[in-house]
């Protein structure tokens, strides 16, 4: 009979999931696609194309707004359970609050390690195709970032014609062994700078130790400086800002190409933070069931759905803010990025621990 009960909670707990995660999919393709169309009017194409492009973003929002899809889950499982007596049976058989709510929330625990090992590797993929597709419609092509093995690889469209900029390391607001090539119009090389040390701190980058060639028909004339200064449109704080999405990389590469990544330059704070973010998701499931439990279980009563509806809100826009706060002081060096991905948990946690057994006494 136990294994019976455990089951019908659990499969009916999933089956809420899932018509949770069907509204907000929908909600979220609504909503999207007006920006997709907005980003593409000026092309010529099929409303496909846009549908498209949404049907490859939603996925990846989907997972950031896990913690709160399975909170309104929690929430209207227990509500109809508690509505249509089913709840007051449970106890009859001796099932506690305390049972009730632990084996709802393991199973969103286990969601949550699902959702990491196999659903976040596909909605990567899914992310890497949606920003090299919108990559090709983008007007903004003239001035390119990017990271790979070499380094890193700047081009810059100027006044004069273009600049091309690789850096054989970079360490944070520091680049080394840094080579500028300035062309003109018709791409044909105006000079040649290099540089032992280039600080990217702000927009004006100081070089450091530098050799600049210039090219002029034919001749070329050849001057060596201590210091040297260049405009880019492009600063230490701008650079890391293209390198912080990481929907566009699964749990799994994280944790296998961990190193490779910060070889490449990518920043270890930043690193730090998408990892422990993803790591901490199947925990924050777990608690944000806690929630749901304390507000929902709390009495075995039919009540009013709409004022169950009014807190739920409040309480995610609440646990929202202050996920937005812990990153806010992650960012601003006040605590570590790593630790501002656990904080919220930990105290919702503290907060559920005691709500928890308050309910199960009742």
Not at 42 to 64: A, E, F, G
Not at 169 to 193: A, G, H, Q
Request: hydrophobic share 45%; proline share 2%.
């Amino acid at each position: 009979m136990n294994k019976i009960l455990s089951q019908y909670l659990v499969l009916g707990f999933l089956k809420t999931f899932l018509k949770v995660i069907l509204i907000f999919y929908c909600f979220g393709i609504i909503l999207n696609l007006f920006e997709e169309i907005e980003f593409l009017k000026n092309i010529d194409n099929s409303i496909l194309l846009p549908l498209t492009l949404t049907s490859l973003y939603i996925p990846s929002m989907m997972i950031k707004l896990l913690p709160f899809i399975i909170f309104i889950s929690g929430m209207w499982f227990l509500l109809s359970l508690r509505n249509n007596k089913d709840l007051l049976s449970l106890k009859v058989f001796g099932y506690s609050n305390f049972r009730i709510f632990f084996i709802l929330a393991f199973t969103s625990f286990v969601i949550g390690w699902f959702v990491l090992f196999a659903v976040n590797p596909l909605t990567s993929t899914m992310m890497k195709y949606y920003e090299q597709t919108k990559s090709e419609y983008s007007l903004d092509l003239d001035h390119l970032v990017t990271i790979n093995k070499n380094g890193l690889w700047i081009k810059e469209n100027l006044d004069f014609g273009n600049r091309i900029i690789h850096a054989e390391e970079t360490n944070d607001n520091i680049l080394r062994d840094v080579t500028i090539f300035n062309l003109d119009n018709n791409n044909n090389i105006i000079s040649k700078i290099h540089s032992k040390l280039s600080n990217i701190d702000d927009n004006e980058w100081q070089l450091n130790k530098v050799e600049i060639i210039k090219f002029n028909n034919g001749m070329t004339q050849r001057e060596k400086r201590e210091t040297y200064s260049i405009y880019s449109n492009y600063n230490y704080e701008k650079i890391t800002s293209l390198f912080k999405n990481f929907d566009t990389m699964s749990f799994i590469d994280l944790m296998l190409n961990y190193k490779e990544l910060q070889n490449k330059g990518y920043n270890k704070s930043y690193l730090d933070q998408n990892l422990n973010s993803k790591l901490s998701l199947p925990f924050f499931l777990f608690v944000m069931t806690a929630v749901a439990s304390i507000l929902t279980m709390n009495t075995l009563k039919k009540s009013n759905n709409f004022t169950f509806i009014v807190v739920g809100l409040i309480s995610c826009v609440l646990i929202y803010y202050f996920k937005d706060l812990s990153f806010a002081l992650g960012q601003t060096n006040r605590i570590s990025l790593s630790l501002a991905s656990w904080m919220p948990i930990i105290a919702i946690g503290v907060f559920s621990s005691i709500g928890i057994l308050q309910i199960n006494e009742k």
